[in-house]
């Protein structure tokens, strides 16, 4: 597709709750980044990906944090037990080479953990 | 790791006034600089950027300088519009992106 795209838009999950986040990348990008962004704040690094190797993921906040992207495409962030600190807006960015190019964002993923 | 601080958190300007925005980094690694603006409901969006072997780039209302010395570097926008109301984001990078907190611009009709 011609942009990023992020899904589903919004999703409520209970505490406890398992959730799926899915991202869609820009045809032919190697690399995807994920990022969480809590309200009014900037976006944090979460964790890369360059085709379907995971290069860093130093920035999961917790082993319930998980992300793969099997064939090097669409890339799936996984929380596992969600708590409310879990809350926030979770960007997918997609590039064609690295980290030292412009990152195409998707509009995100709000999620509102009760 | 990198750490971008970025003032002011708050900027409000008269239509067709300037509006400057300055960040500062920590790693001297970092050889990458964009500049994203985010509108409500929206993931940021790459506005302009500029490298480290560059002290400054122009593109039409919106320039940024860089100093690599003092790790400082500032976005400008010019004449600036109503639609030019939105958060921006100032980051470095060393292969990983690191955003600064963010500023939110307001441009007064």
């Known amino acids: 597709g011609a942009g990023v795209s992020q899904s589903p838009r919004y999703k409520v999950a209970k505490r406890g709750q398992d959730v799926a986040l899915r991202c869609d990348p820009i045809?032919?990008?190697?690399?995807l980044f994920w990022y969480q962004q809590a309200l009014g704040q900037g976006p944090e690094f979460l964790t890369y990906f360059q085709n379907e190797a995971q290069l860093d993921k130093s920035g999961l906040p917790s082993d319930r944090f998980f992300a793969e992207r099997p064939e090097g495409s669409v890339s799936t962030l996984k929380i596992q037990r969600t708590q409310q600190e879990d809350s926030a807006v979770y960007l997918c960015?997609?590039?064609?080479?690295?980290?030292?190019?412009?990152?195409?964002f998707g509009s995100g993923t709000r999620l509102t953990v009760v | 790791g990198e750490n971008v601080e970025q003032h002011p958190s708050t900027l409000s300007v008269q239509e067709g006034d300037s509006a400057v925005i300055k960040c500062t980094y920590s790693?001297?690694?970092?050889?990458?600089f964009p500049w994203y603006k985010q509108e409500l409901g929206k993931g940021p969006q790459l506005i302009i950027d500029i490298r480290s072997n560059v002290g400054e780039k122009k593109d039409q209302r919106i320039a940024v300088t860089l100093n690599k010395t003092a790790k400082h570097f500032s976005l400008h926008i010019t004449e600036t519009q109503p639609e030019d109301s939105a958060v921006y984001f100032c980051?470095?990078?060393?292969?990983?992106?690191?955003f600064g907190t963010g500023t939110k611009l307001q441009v007064i009709p």
């Open positions: 045809s032919g990008h190697v690399s």
């Open positions: 790693d001297s690694a970092s050889n990458y």
């Open positions: 980051a470095a990078s060393n292969q990983k992106v690191t």
């Open positions: 960015a997609s590039s064609f080479t690295g980290g030292n190019y412009g990152y195409t």
